[in-house]
């Protein structure tokens, strides 16, 4: 049995990055990072919004058939979309396989001012294209708009486990998403029996 492990939180809390560590901790698990995956649509640069409209049904198939072959999936992805959670959710449940939400919060002001410095140092080619949609949608407001609608959205959603993520302490934050997928570790400490 395999898990989807949707890693969510506002943009640049550290969502990816713990997503890689966690897929070099956990051999033959797939980090299904949108982001990534929009990069390989032609035209991504000049319509990154349209590009993402394509590439989520294409990360719902990806999802699905790494699943049905008995492996994991992490997928790092502010989602606020009900929707579009239900999508992956139900990919999850068509496969036989496992669905946890774990959201990585810091307070709104803090999470604004790390999404500021995100991609400091690092050559990531999306970074510039979301800091652009990002101003010209309002900046810190929309930034803050993006936090509390994932806020209000949780209240839908008990089951999903929220983790608090303090700038720079990103073993501490490591390790309490490990606590927080506990229930779906074997008594040996492996994720999930294969």
């Known amino acids: ?16 990055t713990l ?6 901790r956990h051999p033959g698990t797939l980090n299904l990072d949108i982001d990534q995956v929009r990069c390989l649509i032609g035209g991504w640069q000049d319509d990154f919004r349209a590009t993402g409209e394509i590439v989520r049904p294409v990360a719902v ?3 699905a058939a790494h699943l049905a072959a008995g492996r994991d999936v992490i997928m790092p992805q ?3 979309s009900d929707e579009e959670i239900a999508g992956f959710r139900a990919a999850a449940e ?7 939400e774990i959201v990585i919060m810091d307070t709104k002001q803090r999470a604004v001012e790390r999404f500021a ?3 400091a140092g690092q050559d990531v080619p999306w970074h510039e294209q979301i800091k652009a949609i990002v101003n010209l949608g309002g900046g810190p407001q929309l930034l803050e708009s993006m ?3 994932l806020v209000s959205g949780l209240r839908k959603r008990p089951s999903a486990i929220l983790i608090h993520s303090t700038h720079g302490a990103i073993e501490e934050t490591y390790a309490s998403l490990i606590t927080a997928l506990a229930p779906a570790r074997s008594p040996t400490g492996a994720f999930r029996h294969r």
């Open 61 to 63: 198939s990806m999802a």
């Open 78 to 80: 502010f989602l606020d």
């Open 147 to 149: 936090y509390d609608g």
């Open 1 to 16: 049995m395999a898990d989807l492990i949707l890693l969510n939180g506002p943009p640049g809390i550290g969502k990816s």
């Open 117 to 119: 410095n995100r991609g």
């Open 94 to 100: 068509d496969t036989g396989s496992g669905f946890h």
């Open 19 to 24: 997503a890689r560590m966690f897929v070099d």
